[in-house]
């Protein structure tokens, strides 16, 4: 997990957090160019109007340019109907460029997250991961489409503001420009702290979504053991550590906003007056001062939002910053960039070399120790132990969830960290002990991985499941909608679900870990016979607790805190008086004429 730990703990600029973001806009440069030219024609009708006031002042009031008079508010109207229309243009194409570059991002992040390995789960929440991809990528939109509109718009003023007041009195420009720095010094080092802060709001709402999405989650056992009134205790608390994170974010950001506002104004008033000395004194003639002081407030408003505008930036960095831990993640289990192919057609066999593994989590505390195995071509081999003796591991080592430390995997006598993950679990149908099922219909849920199986295939796979007769039962058949995580199912339900969507994949190998387990006795034979007729001339790696299921498998491992202690079939392991026949004596209670029934 050092590759994750390594992104977290980066140290980034204030601003620099949003530079990942840069090549999502640039995709799209035809709006920039069409944004920024509807900003410098907004910019240039609102410079313009100074101008226009200015000779208004000099001359409109004056007999001689009585004639002009109508002209120049004619002019005013044209510069404000430019600066409307070029306006209402710049924002459409800057808002909606915020709202492209963040659909852009949320897919992006989304995507980098399907490709990660289970480790970089197992140690972040699922709800905080949410939570980045919603509520981070909202701030990141508010900052990509408004505060960016306001700053590019109020960036250009003041540039071409600044520009205009050295033209029209130097003197009175050169008092201005010497207050910028001490005006935007503090502004820039506040900004920083702003940052921090909202890095740290964002990551209490975070702790609150992963705790939210955990406790709807589990919503039964919360309710059985009358958790309700604790449960929402520990989620307000949760709420209000993140709004006090909230708060102190922008507190900060009122005090940047405020100070930078008082600190341009008053400058502004200073020179105003200074200036009016020089028309008093008839070294400058009213609508030059006029038209200095328009100017020198369009410098100043545009100075005190850019500073507004920065403290949302910075804010906005925080959140970026969290989505570019996600995109910075390197996955422990990568595909090789030249990966070996797999035979064609598939051999169906696996090999385990003197593998030992630990998992990130637990890096002190080995699952496996040593394992050795071969499975040969159709070959049912059954894996048997306590619980936490490593069987499930095996499963997930196969499928390349995880790399060993030490030792070699092989499938079809390719090492599996020389294949393709994509082409090496296209061999392998997966029943897990716990299924994932998905709140989409029963249809889909069954079509899950193989999306291009037809509605009779997916029926066949039913029937085969035995799952056809209560999905028929259902309101709507195998169109149903069935609940997030299929609440609105049984165990043996779900697990009748997940055996059908490995048979419609019609995979090689077959990885059943517990596929029986939360059957009852009925659905349990009649499962049991469609898993015999699937695994005809396909290799199985069976994990059961249950042995009465796993008899007559062509060989069985026993298993024990990561090692295989014995080896045989069910006969000959029941002779040998050894932990498999002490599970045994604890699970069947009498003899039959094949060996012991069971419970």
Known sequence: MAEYSEAQSRPKAALGALKPLVPYGLA??????????????????????PVAVRRVVDFGFSEQGRAYISAYFLLLIVVVAVLAISSALRYYLVITLGERVVADLRSAVFR??????????????SGEIVSRLTADTT?????????????????????????????????LSALVLLAIPLIVLPLVLSGRAVRRRSRAAQDRLADA???AAEAVGAVRTMQAFGMESLTASRFALAA?????????????????????????????VAVLWYGAQDVLAGAMTAGRLSQFVLYAVFAASSLGQLSEVYGELSQAAGAAERLGEILEAKPAVEAPQNPKALPQPPLGTMAFQDVHFAYPTRSEQRALHGLSFTVSPGERVAIVGPSGAGKSTILQLLLRFYDPQNGMIEVDGVPVTEADPFALRARMALVPQEPTIFATSVLDNIRYGRPDASEDEVR?????????????ALPQGYATLIGERGVTLSG????????????????????????????????????????????EGRTTLVIAHRLATVRSADRILVIDKGRIVEEGNHESLLAQGGLYARLARLQFTSAQESGIAAE
Request: hydrophobic share 55%.
């Open 139 to 171: 701030q990141v939109k508010a900052a990509f489409g408004v505060s960016i509109s306001i700053a590019l718009r109020n960036l250009f003023l003041f540039l071409g503001a600044v520009a205009l007041m050295i033209i029209t009195s130097p003197k």
């Open 460 to 472: 066949r796979a039913a029937e085969l499941a035995s799952a056809h007769g209560f999905i028929e």
């Open 492 to 535: 043996g339900q779900r697990q009748r679900l997940a055996i059908a969507r490995a048979i419609l994949k019609d995979a090689p190998i077959l990885l059943l870990d517990e596929a029986t387990s939360a059957l009852d006795a009925e659905s349990e034979r009649k499962v049991q016979e469609a898993l015999d007729r699937l695994m």
């Open 240 to 268: 209000e550590e993140a709004f006090d994170a909230a708060r102190l974010s922008t507190t900060m950001r009122s005090f940047l906003t405020g100070a930078g506002i008082f600190m341009v104004s008053a400058s502004v």
């Open 28 to 49: 799209y440069k035809g709006r920039i160019a069409g944004a920024l030219a509807a900003l410098t024609m907004a910019s240039a009708a609102t410079l313009v109007v």
């Open 112 to 125: 980098h997250l399907t490709s990660l390995d289970p480790a970089f789960f197992d140690q972040t929440k």
């Open 209 to 211: 979504s992963a705790y």
